[in-house]
T-cell receptor
């Protein structure tokens, strides 16, 4: 099993450009998450999807949109990238019984 | 805002020594989890302790939870160079969404060979 797969692994954008980070999980989990990680800030929740068809804001949702395309896939979109969105983005899915999160390897985004 | 705060921010020890990291949190929780992150990688789940548990073991890991003090500790015994990583606590708050897990800022552990 691949677990949680994120693409792309690296991306450089110019201010104002848009892009979508893709995430897919093959563990049949209902819940999926997007976090960002910045130096000294730990992980902060951007959006989450408790189940297919639902999405909810986390701690830092401004400037982002999400789509839960189906049970497997949860994408994060930056409509107009800003330098403050330079970060490492992690997608995760949640095992229902244990509550354990499984993380992807991260997508490193730089906005110039 | 972040719920958990790890202490210390950084810890450097020699191989074979024990490493203790602490996590404090602000509001009542259902459970607390510890995760590990190797440099440049995603987080990996280590252990979960529920609010009605006081201590839990997994291999060389020992986790304690004191709900009266709103704190948890992670002890790694007989540390190895391969234990070098960042360690995060994460909490699921009682009364809040069942699906939101809030992470602290992490402790960077360096184990010197």
């Amino acid at each position: 099993n691949a677990g949680v797969t994120q693409t792309p692994k690296f991306q450089v954008l110019k201010t104002g450009q848009s892009m979508t980070l893709q995430c897919a999980q093959d563990m049949n989990h209902n819940s999926m998450y997007w976090y960002r990680q910045d130096p000294g800030m730990g992980l902060r929740l951007i959006y989450y999807s408790a189940s297919e068809g639902t999405t909810d804001k986390g701690e830092v949702p401004n400037g982002y949109n999400v789509s839960r395309l189906n049970k497997r896939e949860f994408s994060l979109r930056l409509e107009s990238a800003a330098p403050s969105q330079t970060s490492v983005y992690f997608c995760a899915s949640r095992e229902q019984n244990t509550g354990e999160l499984f993380f992807g390897e991260g997508s490193r985004l730089t906005v110039l | 805002s972040q719920q958990g705060e790890e202490d210390p921010q950084a810890l450097s020890i020699q191989e074979g020594e024990n490493a203790t990291m602490n996590c404090s949190y602000k509001t009542s929780i259902n459970n607390l989890q510890w995760y590990r992150q190797n440099s440049g990688r995603g987080l990996v789940h280590l252990i979960l302790i529920r609010s009605n548990e006081r201590e839990k073991h997994s291999g060389r890991l020992r986790v304690t939870l004191d709900t009266s003090k709103k704190s948890s500790s992670l002890l790694i015994t007989a540390s190895r160079a391969a234990d070098t990583a960042s360690y995060f606590c994460a909490t699921r708050n009682s009364g809040g969404s069942n699906y939101k897990l809030t992470f602290g800022k992490g402790t960077l552990l360096t184990v010197n060979p």
